[in-house]
């Protein structure tokens, strides 16, 4: 069995996602301890243009399947060809985002392959030559180390929103390597028909790309017009410790040391201090904004924007501001 590190490239109309940027920042660590070769494994149809933009983050070699029945993610045709690169090469890890798409792949090709597999890993240390593997358990009660001996391929989800996005000043030179693998149509046993956003009040705070955050200060009367506010913006709700001990949100919507750690795009903290507990399970927000009726409030020291005024007075102007903008791009598009 190799050395070599593989990550299987999430991408998206030619545009490699995030949690896959994440995991190569790790990867790269990882194969330099284990003195392997950090590699990606880049499945789909016409994907070139997703090969620029992994050089930067220092990968040694690129495993490209490029085939017109994979220009879509199928379960079927993804397990098949990662099951004949993996049976030719023998890596030491495979190491996918814990995605829909990850979290169903990882454990066919393990399944098929019979190889180890550990989910929704949140940290990867070397010790010697055993892996020291962190998760969380029991509804994130726990934390849990796997002690592992590469002996077999081990294949692994990782969390997103765990690991940072580092790229590299190393001139390494990238391989590609075109795998072509034939694929019988009769392999693909589902098709996609259609795709439905998934519901912002059910998805999972680390799958989502906007999130409304509140603090006991809105107090359970205050849920209902944050949760239009959320509504108009298509938003999640979660919120701090203290917020779910006042039984305004649930555990599972909760963000900090104790909760979820979060990565969306946009967050919005409503009524909430900014205690460590609640930000240190937000700090790879990619844009904050903090509202609260404290100027010295914690929260500023953390976002990008800071409102200082009362909510009931702030969100209802946001609802009517973004439901004047939602109908003007409605008409607008309806002219065209």
């Known amino acids: 069995m190799h050395r070599d590190v593989w990550i299987i490239a999430e991408h998206k109309n030619n545009h490699v996602e995030t949690v896959t940027l994440e995991i190569l920042s790790e990867g790269r660590e990882l194969a330099n301890k284990l003195n392997g070769e950090m590699c990606v494994c880049l499945i789909g149809y016409q994907v070139d243009a997703c090969i620029d933009s992994l050089i ?74 055993n892996l020291i593997i962190t998760k969380s358990g029991y509804s994130d009660k726990i934390y849990m180390n796997f002690d592992y001996f590469p002996q077999k391929t081990l294949v692994m989800t990782i969390l997103p929103g765990e690991m940072d996005i580092e790229e590299t000043n190393e001139s390494k030179e990238m391989v590609v390597i075109r795998e072509n693998i034939h694929i019988e149509p009769d392999t693909i046993r589902t098709r996609n028909v259609r795709f439905i956003k998934g519901d912002p009040k059910e998805i999972g705070l680390d799958q989502a790309e906007i999130i409304v955050a509140v603090g006991r200060g809105i107090g359970s009367s205050g849920l ?16 701090t410790r203290l917020a779910v001990d006042e039984g305004i ?8 040391i104790t909760g979820k750690s979060i990565a969306p795009k946009f967050l919005i903290a409503i009524g909430i201090s900014g205690a460590r507990e609640f930000t240190a399970g937000m700090e790879k927000a990619t844009l904050t904004v903090a509202i609260n009726t404290d100027a010295e409030a914690r ?38």
């Not at 990882?106 to 989910?119: E, M, S």
């Not at 020291?301 to 439901?323: F, H, Q, T, W």
């Open 249 to 256: 949100i649930p555990i599972e919507r909760q963000i900090g």
């Open 56 to 129: 930067k983050y220092g990968i040694e070699k690129v495993y490209l399947t490029d085939n017109e029945l994979l220009c879509e993610y199928s379960l079927d045709a993804y397990a098949f060809s990662l099951e004949k690169l993996t049976e030719k090469y023998h890596p030491s890890l495979i190491m996918i985002g814990a995605t829909p798409l990850g979290s169903e792949l990882a454990p066919r090709i393990a399944a098929r392959l019979k190889l180890p597999c550990i989910t929704e890993v949140g940290r990867i240390t070397v010790n010697g030559e």
């Open 299 to 336: 929260i500023f020291r953390s976002a990008d924007l800071g409102l200082v005024g009362d909510y009931n007075d702030i969100i209802p102007l946001l609802i009517k501001e973004l439901k004047e903008l939602k109908r003007d791009l409605a008409q607008g598009e309806l002219h065209t």
């Open 224 to 239: 209902s017009i944050v949760q239009e506010f959320a509504d108009v913006l298509g938003a999640s709700i979660g919120g």
